[in-house]
């Protein structure tokens, strides 16, 4: 099994310049604003926010909708790092184990001495002992260390990095 490639791996040519800057920073805003609504607040036609919609799509630039649902309104408000060792000769029947777990939410492949560092979550501090040993139970693992966050202080943004060099008057018009 071939590991996820993120958007860069798939697609390392895709270039953005300012209005697709300020289409993304508007759908970061609000993700379920419609093309129309889109158009008006960034000032472009709506073929235009279509065309451009459907090049990002093409090229993998937009996550999932389902990654900004919060795992706590799912039962599961506990969240931890899972700092995986495993055996060099079964990393693929290990990542492909872990893609089996649900509370597994993502997992990365880290430079280091950790071989993978795997986000999951659970109900409580039992439930989270359930989740690590899932993860310590799949094949090829053969050690594992759990960190608990404890509350996130910074939340997934992506704002900073679309308003970056992006001149002022191509900002989205506020709603």
Request: with cysteine; glycine share 6%; proline share 7%.
């Amino acid at each position: 099994m071939e590991p996820a490639k993120d958007a860069r791996e798939q697609h390392p040519d895709v270039q953005f310049d300012d209005t697709d800057r300020a289409l993304l920073l508007a759908l970061d805003e609000d993700p379920r604003m419609t093309t129309m609504a889109l158009a008006q607040r960034c000032g472009l036609a709506r073929g235009t926010v279509h065309a451009r919609l459907e090049r990002f799509r093409e090229a993998g630039v937009l996550r999932l909708n389902s990654a900004r649902v919060d795992p706590a309104r799912l039962g599961r408000p506990l969240s931890a790092m899972v700092a995986v060792e495993l055996d060099q000769h079964d990393i693929d029947g290990a990542i492909a184990a872990l893609s089996r777990v649900p509370e597994v939410l993502e997992c990365f492949a880290p430079a280091g001495e950790t071989d993978l560092l795997v986000r999951v979550v659970a109900r409580d501090p039992d439930d989270l002992y359930r989740v690590s040993e899932d993860v310590r139970l799949c094949p090829g693992v053969t050690r594992t260390r759990t960190s608990v966050y404890l509350r996130r202080v910074i939340p997934y943004r992506v704002g900073p990095l679309l308003r970056e060099g992006l001149p002022k008057n191509r900002l989205p018009k506020k709603s």
